[in-house]
């Protein structure tokens, strides 16, 4: 399923982006979703997670990134604050499962990645 990652750009460092994730009504039904970047030589990794009013943060981003949804608008949010350098990277959205505190991506539901880039 293809899904529409938005909202990154060039920032400067200590600045503020929003990525939104526009998902199709069926992922509603997934209860989890999460936000995942990579960076160029770099694994794919988590930035953050959602299930419910359960939400999980890589400990990199932990107080300066928000992650939330909006169910009537079918939409994935990550508020990013106090922006840096090495928070540059492609961001993408996924939907998946998230069990005691661990999120399980589904392979079937990335969505095009998102460039961030902060100048420092």
């Known amino acids: 399923v293809q899904l529409q990652a938005y909202g990154g750009g060039l920032v400067q460092s200590g600045g503020s982006l929003r990525l939104s994730c526009a998902h199709p009504?069926?992922?509603?039904?997934?209860?989890?979703m999460g936000w995942y970047r990579q960076a160029p030589g770099k694994e794919r990794e988590l930035v953050a997670a959602?299930?419910?009013?359960?939400?999980k943060y890589g400990d990199s981003v932990k107080g300066r990134f928000t992650i939330s949804r909006d169910n009537a608008k079918n939409t994935l949010y990550l508020q990013m604050n106090s922006l840096k350098s090495e928070d540059t990277s492609v961001y993408y959205c996924?939907?998946?499962?998230?069990?005691?505190?661990?999120?399980?991506?589904?392979?079937?539901?990335w969505g095009q990645g998102t460039q961030v880039t902060v100048s420092s």
């Open positions: 996924n939907a998946g499962e998230m069990w005691s505190g661990i999120y399980y991506p589904n392979s079937g539901y």
């Open positions: 959602i299930s419910g009013d359960s939400t």
């Open positions: 009504r069926t992922w509603s039904a997934f209860r989890a």
